[in-house]
Every structure is written in structure tokens, then in C-alpha cells.
């Protein structure tokens, strides 16, 4: 199968190249191993990867213009040529290698914790199973940022805009039957950027390797805002 | 726009004004295509019945209102130079808020003809 994968080190190349490899493939067998067989050929090719079953989220890149997990895609699956690129509109550390620092300040910015008011009991507190569902699609995200780097409003105000995987977690919480601060929480999604940028393109459902629903978690926070408004 | 009306207020201007826009908007092409006034005379005195001109009054003002969040949407998302996002923003502004008026003024225009001794030419 013919793979064609995005080569750049910004130490040495002024710009980015494609370079194709052959790769002999097997039955079942997932880009991951793929993208490990040219590395076997050219150690130089980067890639990040870890658990290999699409729980980490480290191998999130760009397969033939769609966002995914290397991991979880079967190569039976694509057309050739695949083209593999890293996720987009971040910084290229080197090939498909990029920097998620600004990613993971919007995630860091939502508070993803849960925020006590009362003093903390001594035991766990219990939740109803209705209330324990409320947190089913959500909990689920893996952070690999598929959805975030598929999304054009996170594109153009990535300092800005929360982005959907952060937001998806901004649900998370206000969701939870035991966070008590729901009123700051959304006093600080409010204004034209940080949450308000989302236009429900979708492009962070159509891509989400855990197949959760980021935009649905953002209605249901305009929702609150309003309810909570008047 | 307040620093409140940036984020909830917009979005839920916009959304409420597109369920009038949807509404009125579909009986003003129904009525346009299917009975279409005969003349200017009995076009003036459709647009100044009381309730076309009513919904009329309220469907400008919201149809300018939804086209302006829209507008800035875009201008936040494309425009990133403080002073160039402003101007542009500054332009659509005078330009939604003229045809507004001018637009306000027609169907007056349309109401004191009606009311008048009567429409000529």
C-alpha cells in the first residue's frame, strides 16, 4: 500500500515535504502499524504513540483530510494514496509530531475538576444512577484532540476559543451532580470567544475516534446560561 | 454591544429573531409570488394595512439585528487587526442601521399616503 506521509524539521527544513513509502500490509492490520513499519525504514520519521487501542489519544493525526486515531484505523478502510498529515493548525514540533500546549491551556481553563463549596465529607458522595448517567458521552473524551483540530473556530482564535474538546469537559463538570460552581463556571464561558465561537460546524462529531458529541454538550451549556439568565 | 450582550444576549437575539424572520419572511414571499399587487397604488396600500405594516415594523429592526451578529461573527472569526476589525465593523453598522431607517421611513411613507388625500401618478 502506497502511504504518503508529511515530513518536516523545522531545525533543518525550510519547508514541509511529502514523502511516499511501501508498505506490505497484513490482514486487520491498523495505520499505526503502518506508520511503525516506515520507521523501521527511516528512523528519522517522528510520529507520537502509546497504547496502541485508542485509549491514550497520543496518535491523533490527519488521514486523507479527516482527523482520527492512527491506532483504530484499519488501513482496509482508506484510499490509497493515504495521505498522512499531522493534526492541523498546530505548530509542527517535527513530521507528525505537533505542539498541544495551547490545546491543553484551553482545557486547563474550564476548570476540569470538580469545585466543592461545602467542606469535603469524609466518605465518597453519592450520586443516583440518573444523576451518575448525566456524565455517560462525556467522561469518555481521551483528550487526543481530533475534535478541537477539526474545528475552523478553533483554527482561527485557538487563544480565544475553549475549543470542543475543552468544552465537552466545561459540560463535564456542570453536568456533575457534585460540583457546587455551576454560577462561575458559566460567568466564565460567557462573552463573544470563549464558548460563543462554537457555530455548530460539527466537524469535532464527525471526527471524534470515542464517538461523543461535543457540539450537543455545548447546546446544553447555552442552554443552562439561558436558564440560569432568566 | 455590552461586554454582556457580546456572548448569551447575541446568541439569543439571533436565534429568537430567525424564528420571526422564518415566519414573516415565509408570508411575505408567499404573498409576493402567489398575489403579487397589480400595481405601485396597490402595493403601497398592502405594505400600509395595518397588520402587514406592524409586522413589517418589527420584522426590519430584527432582520437587522440577526444580520448583525451574523456579520460580526464573521468579523470576529476573519478579522484580526483591532483598528481594520473595528472600521469594518463600524461600516456594517451605518450601513444596517441606514437601511433600516430608510427602510422604516418607506413603510410610513406607505401609511401617511394611505391615510393622505390619496396616491398619484
Known amino acids: 500500500?502506497?502511504?504518503?506521509?508529511?515530513?518536516?524539521?523545522?531545525?533543518?527544513?525550510?519547508?514541509?515535504?511529502?514523502?511516499?513509502?511501501?508498505?506490505?500490509?497484513?490482514?486487520g492490520m491498523m495505520l499505526r502499524e503502518a506508520l511503525l513499519d516506515i520507521r523501521a525504514?527511516?528512523?528519522s520519521f517522528g510520529f507520537r504513540h502509546s497504547c496502541g487501542e485508542g485509549v491514550c489519544g497520543s496518535d491523533g493525526m490527519n488521514v486523507?483530510?479527516?482527523?482520527?486515531?492512527?491506532?483504530?484505523?484499519?488501513?482496509?478502510?482508506?484510499?490509497?494514496?493515504?495521505?498522512?498529515?499531522?493534526l492541523p493548525g498546530r505548530p509542527v514540533i517535527r513530521d507528525l509530531i505537533v505542539d498541544m500546549s495551547q490545546f491543553y491551556l484551553q482545557y486547563k481553563a474550564v476548570q476540569p475538576y470538580l469545585i466543592r463549596k461545602e467542606p469535603l465529607p469524609e466518605q465518597e458522595i453519592p450520586q443516583t444512577p440518573a444523576e451518575r448517567d448525566r456524565l455517560d458521552?462525556?467522561?469518555?473524551?481521551?483528550?487526543?484532540?481530533?475534535?478541537?483540530?477539526?474545528?475552523?473556530?478553533?483554527?482561527?482564535?485557538?487563544?480565544?476559543f475553549h475549543g470542543p474538546a475543552a468544552l465537552l469537559q466545561a459540560w463535564r463538570f456542570?453536568?456533575?451532580?457534585?460540583?457546587?460552581?455551576?454560577?462561575?463556571?458559566?460567568?466564565?464561558?460567557?462573552?463573544?470567544?470563549?464558548?460563543?465561537?462554537?457555530?455548530?460546524?460539527?466537524?469535532?462529531?464527525?471526527?471524534?475516534?470515542?464517538?461523543?458529541?461535543p457540539t450537543k454538550a455545548i447546546g446544553h451549556i447555552k442552554e443552562l446560561m439561558l436558564e440560569k439568565a432568566v | 454591544m455590552s461586554r454582556q450582550a457580546a456572548g448569551l444576549k447575541a446568541w439569543i437575539i439571533q436565534r429568537l429573531s430567525a424564528v420571526y424572520i422564518v415566519l414573516f419572511g415565509s408570508y411575505l414571499a408567499i404573498q409576493l409570488v402567489f398575489a403579487?399587487?397589480?400595481?405601485?397604488?396597490?402595493?403601497?396600500?398592502?405594505?400600509?394595512?395595518?397588520?402587514?405594516?406592524?409586522?413589517?415594523?418589527?420584522?426590519?429592526?430584527?432582520?437587522?439585528?440577526h444580520a448583525w451578529v451574523g456579520i460580526r461573527d464573521v468579523l470576529i472569526d476573519y478579522i484580526k487587526p483591532y483598528e481594520l476589525r473595528v472600521g469594518v465593523l463600524s461600516f456594517f453598522a451605518l450601513l444596517l442601521l441606514g437601511s433600516g431607517v430608510w427602510a422604516i421611513q418607506a413603510v410610513l411613507v406607505a401609511r401617511a399616503m394611505l391615510s393622505g388625500p390619496g396616491i398619484t401618478g
Not at chain 1, 18 to 23: G, I, N
Not at chain 2, 55 to 60: H, R
Open chain 1, 1 to 27: 500500500m502506497k502511504i504518503r506521509v508529511y515530513r518536516f524539521n523545522p531545525e533543518r527544513d525550510t519547508k514541509p515535504r511529502m514523502q511516499s513509502f511501501e508498505v506490505a500490509t497484513r490482514p
Open chain 1, 41 to 43: 525504514l527511516d528512523e
Open chain 1, 64 to 86: 486523507n483530510g479527516v482527523n482520527c486515531l492512527a491506532c483504530i484505523t484499519p488501513l482496509a478502510d482508506l484510499t490509497e494514496p493515504v495521505e498522512v498529515r499531522p
Open chain 1, 137 to 160: 458521552g462525556l467522561y469518555e473524551c481521551i483528550l487526543c484532540g481530533c475534535c478541537s483540530t477539526a474545528c475552523p473556530s478553533f483554527w482561527w482564535n485557538p487563544d480565544k
Open chain 1, 174 to 213: 456542570l453536568a456533575d451532580s457534585r460540583d457546587q460552581a455551576t454560577d462561575e463556571r458559566l460567568d466564565a464561558l460567557d462573552g463573544p470567544y470563549k464558548l460563543f465561537r462554537c457555530h455548530s460546524i460539527m466537524n469535532c462529531v464527525a471526527v471524534c475516534p470515542k464517538e461523543l458529541n
Open chain 2, 36 to 65: 403579487p399587487p397589480a400595481s405601485q397604488a396597490e402595493f403601497v396600500a398592502w405594505v400600509a394595512a395595518p397588520l402587514v405594516a406592524l409586522g413589517l415594523l418589527l420584522y426590519i429592526p430584527l432582520l437587522l439585528l
